[in-house]
């Protein structure tokens, strides 16, 4: 195991009705004025905006709110966001929606107390001071209630990019399982998508011995199996919701993560598909992932088949491990299809001849050297071929 600090300070609020309490927890953290961030409607049609607010209220706390963040969220309004916050002087930015306002907001919190354009952080500068942030959320997926990172999409050049810095950690995050019940299908397997993918990220280290964080992301894994076909045939199963939803947050705040190396190959080749096509990124994560997978499994056949034995149920073969491997890879494809994901290029609205297109931003663009790094590492014509295996 390597060695590692981890440092996850954020207050953990679970539960039914929790997020009347939202007041309560801003002011618990020292805020006294509020921009409440949010997505294309969602919050407001479930009446959700008017709680939180009453909950400011309720606190004498004030508020300016900017809504419109869209999926795969832009620097447009961020920008936005950040002259509000001066013009207004708010103290504390809230987060109400999914990963997509999160990171929005995170962005909003970084780049007001920032004298430089926030996107030098999405250019790899750390995230040393941001106003605090508090997050109510929506939808189990990003993780990025608990993380640390945020992705934004600059428009000129549809670079999507990450930061990252504990200061844009939320000091709270609200989870009530009950908000997500309004999820559209598609976005509830989308979500769940995400939550398996943050695990494999994880799972595919270089690092020997992490028998205790395996077999963590080994028990989510099995969760997310469990409980994600329970949420698709019934949405309103609150249990199951709750299970998903604890299990989004522990597969990104990297308590499955530490002391080992992770790979994280899928989500770089995954993030050019959703910055050219506005696809949903846990869509563009279930095509990406059987392909890379294939791809790296020769680096280290064993840690597919274990994956594939101890969450797949696979027989292991010893005299062919590759056989288990690739039958592990199957397996969480099939999975993934069942609960309604896209499997190809096709489903997902990409087309075969952007392949240059995207190899070249993925390889090139903002300052990248060629490669992309991970598990393995690739160059343009790794990642050439593993897009050309998703059509
Ligand atoms: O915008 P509204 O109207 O709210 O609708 C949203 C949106 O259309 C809708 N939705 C959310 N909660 C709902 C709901 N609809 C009905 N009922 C509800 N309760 O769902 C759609 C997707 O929302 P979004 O916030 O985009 O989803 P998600 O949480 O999957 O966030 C995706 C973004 O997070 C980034 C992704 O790249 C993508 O940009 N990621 C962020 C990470 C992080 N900060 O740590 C890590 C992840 O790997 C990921 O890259
Ligand atoms: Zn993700």
Redesign the pocket.
Known sequence: MNNFDFYSPTYFVFGKDRENEAGKYVKMFGGSKVLIH??????VR?GLLDRVKASLNAENIAFVELGG?K???RSGLVYEGIDLCKREKVDFVLAV???????SAKAIAAGVVYDGDFWDFYRGKRIEEALPVGTIL??A????EG?P???ITKEEGMFKRGASGDAIRPRFSILNPA??Q???AF?SA??IT?IMA?LYERYLTNSEEVEVTDRMIEALLLTMKHEGPRVIADPNNYEARANIMWAGTMA?NNSCGVGRSQDWLS?TIE?EL?ALYDC???AGLAVTMPAVFKYELSHNVMRFAQVAVRVWGCQMDFAHPEVTALEGIEAFRNFLISIGMPKNFEELGAKEEDIPALVNVLCRGDGRDGNIYGFITLNEEDCTKIYKMMV
């Open positions: 949010y997505g294309g409607g969602s919050v479930s963040v999926p795969n969220p929606g999914g990963g997509s306002s999160i990171d929506t939808i997926a990003a993780g990025s993380s990172d945020s992705v908000l997500t309004t999820l559209p976005q989308a979500g995400d943050h990104h989500h993030h959703s949903a990124h846990g």
